[in-house]
């Protein structure tokens, strides 16, 4: 046992490069299992083992109950056996004494070496794992190993398989056994029996490695491959920019006399390859990706129903080559710019628009710009209908007018995008910032509410917002959201508005305050009384009486007035408040801090009488005596 078990051991750890630690753990946990199996041992038992590296000797311990007649050696062990591994074991306790079978020397070898053959497989089986993730998006080579209707069966480094799907094989390739394949790692999937990786030669990647090994100016980073379009066996459009200025990336890429690419083309089973330049003007750039095709015009609608679409105008001869065999062409312009092509030819793009201009109420004022234009190109297009050939004037007229036209078309577009935006961006404007910061699942709404705006696409509480100032009817249209789910919205955007009204009154409160308090102080301060002013109106006779007047200042006294009686001519006179009368001094209201009191008026002794005689309106003033009787001067 120890010769076996310790060559075992040691040739897992020097060949396989295996951890000491997790195979001495796989080790002792598949002694416990042998021993459960061959005393029958119960689960609920617990059972240790511990394995001696250096002469690889396996004790088993098990826990037991202390007795004192031992009837199952399995479960039960003697007081006086217990003590030999726990002094303190007492009778009825449970102990973990050494309960290694006579016989179990031979069945840890086997166990032990079940154990290491099966770390190995895990081991070389992870390895390779881990191997191939990083493989993963690259090219690899690797000998056909089997044929079926399936796929292939490829062999590769590591001891790995991997299997090449019949659909990602190039149409019209054949394999036969021991061929050496190259192809694209485009998944790796942990397996039971080891990792399973799938191999790709239709991969679009297969083609950007194919050209960064073939092309050094790729690899090192000088061109640039912006976006390639492919249909494997067929046919494939490559877009490549340089990086550095002064580089052909076209030229470097096909090669002197086109080794380079013809050396891609045959790999690919005759593939056929177009390399263009990549342009940052979508037209430009569309412009070329239709070639070989000669293009006479390329405009562009960002914001049509099926997505961005761009007009390519041709002329006839040009058309089927644009187009390409059963679409090709085009399909592959597609995928590589990103937007939908509409290939027309220039009869057919006149005719186009001059319909969409007689048809279309919008665009009423660029029909009324084009009007002397306008026959002629009916003209021209009934030539064309009837079967006439058309000089080359009549096309350029076409095509003048169909460019004149789509760049109006064009620039009230953008008229109408840039109004748009403005006014999206005044409506951003009046929400609150911190809105757009609010997660929707963390605002007042209910959590249902919450939720079902959360998967419309909704992240922010401000995005809610914004759209309920756009159009809050886009909203009530989702599943989930009815009259009164609306109602709650409205509720939490109008609360969020009155936010941040409330924090600026809030604020600004305490101000008006303090400036409330200090104006009366600073008008006195800034605005004083010239004291020579009045005493140049009041006469010595007067300011006796005011005085006495103003003493009792807390309490007024209402009895003087009220004993006065208004005489009945007094009720058809003039009021004094239109007529020009000498002004009387009035009591100024004494500031208080805190609490304001009541305006203190000094009693005004005027009367206005009509005198029929003279014709003329007579102001009296009554004017107290010293022996506390009254006087009218006139």
């Given at each position: 046992?120890?010769?076996?078990?310790?060559?075992?051991?040691?040739?897992?750890?020097?060949?396989?490069?295996?951890?000491?630690?997790?195979?001495?753990?796989?080790?002792?946990?598949?002694?416990?299992?042998?021993?459960?199996?061959?005393?029958?041992?119960?689960?609920?038992?617990?059972?240790?083992?511990?394995?001696?590296?250096?002469?690889?000797?396996?004790?088993?311990?098990?826990?037991?109950?202390?007795?004192?007649?031992?009837?199952?050696?399995?479960?039960?062990?003697?007081?006086?056996?217990?003590?030999?591994?726990?002094?303190?074991?007492?009778?009825?306790?449970?102990?973990?004494?050494?309960?290694?079978?006579?016989?179990?020397?031979?069945?840890?070898?086997?166990?032990?070496?079940?154990?290491?053959?099966?770390?190995?497989?895990?081991?070389?089986?992870?390895?390779?794992?881990?191997?191939?993730?990083?493989?993963?998006?690259?090219?690899?080579?690797?000998?056909?190993?089997?044929?079926?209707?399936?796929?292939?069966?490829?062999?590769?480094?590591?001891?790995?398989?991997?299997?090449?799907?019949?659909?990602?094989?190039?149409?019209?390739?054949?394999?036969?056994?021991?061929?050496?394949?190259?192809?694209?790692?485009?998944?790796?999937?942990?397996?039971?029996?080891?990792?399973?990786?799938?191999?790709?030669?239709?991969?679009?990647?297969?083609?950007?490695?194919?050209?960064?090994?073939?092309?050094?100016?790729?690899?090192?980073?000088?061109?640039?491959?912006?976006?390639?379009?492919?249909?494997?066996?067929?046919?494939?459009?490559?877009?490549?920019?340089?990086?550095?200025?002064?580089?052909?990336?076209?030229?470097?890429?096909?090669?002197?006399?086109?080794?380079?690419?013809?050396?891609?083309?045959?790999?690919?089973?005759?593939?056929?390859?177009?390399?263009?330049?990549?342009?940052?003007?979508?037209?430009?750039?569309?412009?070329?990706?239709?070639?070989?095709?000669?293009?006479?015009?390329?405009?562009?609608?960002?914001?049509?129903?099926?997505?961005?679409?761009?007009?390519?105008?041709?002329?006839?001869?040009?058309?089927?080559?644009?187009?390409?065999?059963?679409?090709?062409?085009?399909?592959?312009?597609?995928?590589?710019?990103?937007?939908?092509?509409d290939i027309k030819s220039i009869s057919e793009c006149a005719s186009d628009t001059l319909y969409k201009l007689q048809n279309d109420p919008a665009l009423e004022q660029i029909l009324e710009a084009e009007q002397k234009v306008i026959p002629q190109v009916e003209e021209a297009l009934a030539n064309k209908a009837s079967?006439?050939?058309?000089?080359?004037?009549?096309?350029?007229?076409?095509?003048?007018?169909?460019?004149?036209?789509?760049?109006?078309?064009?620039?009230?577009?953008?008229?109408?995008?840039?109004?748009?935006?403005?006014?999206?961006?005044?409506?951003?404007?009046?929400?609150?910032?911190?809105?757009?910061?609010?997660?929707?699942?963390?605002?007042?709404?209910?959590?249902?509410?919450?939720?079902?705006?959360?998967?419309?696409?909704?992240?922010?509480?401000?995005?809610?917002?914004?759209?309920?100032?756009?159009?809050?009817?886009?909203?009530?249209?989702?599943?989930?959201?009815?009259?009164?789910?609306?109602?709650?919205?409205?509720?939490?955007?109008?609360?969020?508005?009155?936010?941040?009204?409330?924090?600026?009154?809030?604020?600004?409160?305490?101000?008006?305050?303090?400036?409330?308090?200090?104006?009366?102080?600073?008008?006195?301060?800034?605005?004083?009384?010239?004291?020579?002013?009045?005493?140049?109106?009041?006469?010595?006779?007067?300011?006796?009486?005011?005085?006495?007047?103003?003493?009792?200042?807390?309490?007024?006294?209402?009895?003087?007035?009220?004993?006065?009686?208004?005489?009945?001519?007094?009720?058809?006179?003039?009021?004094?408040?239109?007529?020009?009368?000498?002004?009387?001094?009035?009591?100024?209201?004494?500031?208080?801090?805190?609490?304001?009191?009541?305006?203190?008026?000094?009693?005004?002794?005027?009367?206005?009488?009509?005198?029929?005689?003279?014709?003329?309106?007579?102001?009296?003033?009554?004017?107290?005596?010293?022996?506390?009787?009254?006087?009218?001067?006139?």
């Open positions: 046992m120890k010769n076996e078990f310790t060559l075992a051991f040691n040739e897992v750890l020097e060949e396989k490069g295996l951890p000491k630690e997790v195979i001495l753990s796989a080790l002792e946990s598949a002694m416990v299992s042998a021993y459960r199996r061959a005393v029958n041992a119960s689960t609920g038992q617990q059972v240790e083992a511990k394995v001696d590296i250096e002469t690889g000797k396996v004790t088993i311990f098990a826990e037991k109950e202390v007795v004192e007649v031992v009837q199952d050696e399995r479960t039960e062990v003697s007081l006086e056996e217990a003590r030999r591994y726990d002094p303190d074991a007492e009778l009825g306790s449970l102990a973990l004494v050494e309960s290694t079978p006579k016989d179990f020397g031979r069945v840890a070898a086997q166990t032990a070496r079940q154990v290491i053959q099966q770390r190995i497989r895990d081991a070389e089986r992870q390895a390779q794992l881990d191997y191939y993730e990083k493989q993963l998006g690259e090219i690899v080579s690797g000998v056909v190993q089997a044929v079926n209707s399936q796929g292939l069966t490829i062999g590769l480094e590591m001891k790995a398989e991997g299997n090449m799907p019949r659909k990602e094989m190039i149409p019209g390739e054949r394999f036969r056994i021991h061929d050496r394949v190259r192809a694209l790692v485009a998944e790796v999937k942990d397996n039971p029996r080891g990792p399973q990786i799938i191999l790709s030669r239709t991969h679009r990647n297969f083609l950007r490695r194919l050209l960064e090994n073939e092309v050094p100016e790729i690899y090192h980073g000088i061109v640039e491959i912006r976006s390639i379009a492919r249909e494997p066996g067929e046919r494939a459009k490559v877009a490549v920019s340089a990086t550095q200025q002064g580089i052909d990336p076209v030229g470097a890429c096909v090669g002197m006399r086109g080794v380079r690419i013809q050396a891609i083309v045959r790999e690919l089973h005759d593939e056929k390859i177009d390399v263009i330049e990549w342009n940052p003007d979508p037209a430009v750039f569309i412009a070329k990706a239709i070639s070989p095709a000669r293009v006479s015009g390329v405009y562009l609608n960002e914001r049509a129903a099926g997505g961005k679409t761009a007009t390519v105008v041709v002329s006839e001869d040009q058309l089927s080559l644009a187009i390409g065999r059963d679409g090709q062409n085009a399909r592959l312009a597609a995928k590589l710019t990103g937007w939908r092509i079967g006439r050939p058309l000089a080359p004037e009549d096309y350029d007229l076409l095509i003048r007018f169909i460019d004149r036209v789509e760049k109006r078309i064009v620039s009230r577009a953008e008229a109408a995008r840039k109004v748009s935006e403005d006014k999206l961006a005044e409506l951003r404007s009046s929400i609150p910032a911190q809105a757009f910061e609010t997660n929707i699942l963390d605002s007042d709404l209910p959590e249902h509410i919450s939720i079902i705006l959360q998967e419309a696409g909704f992240e922010t509480l401000g995005d809610l917002a914004l759209q309920m100032k756009k159009n809050s009817d886009e909203i009530l249209r989702l599943n989930g959201i009815g009259p009164k789910a609306m109602q709650t919205i409205e509720q939490v955007v109008a609360s969020l508005e009155a936010a941040p009204e409330a924090e600026a009154e809030a604020e600004a409160g305490p101000v008006e305050a303090e400036v409330e308090a200090a104006a009366p102080e600073e008008i006195i301060t800034e605005q004083p009384v010239e004291a020579g002013a009045v005493e140049a109106e009041l006469t010595a006779e007067e300011v006796a009486p005011a005085a006495q007047e103003e003493a009792p200042a807390e309490e007024p006294a209402p009895a003087a007035e009220s004993e006065e009686e208004v005489p009945f001519d007094a009720l058809f006179s003039l009021a004094t408040n239109i007529l020009p009368v000498e002004p009387v001094e009035e009591e100024e209201e004494p500031v208080t801090k805190g609490k304001k009191k009541g305006k203190k008026k000094k009693k005004k002794h005027v009367q206005v009488e009509y005198d029929p005689e003279s014709d003329q309106t007579v102001v009296t003033r009554k004017r107290k005596r010293g022996d506390d009787g009254w006087d009218w001067d006139v």
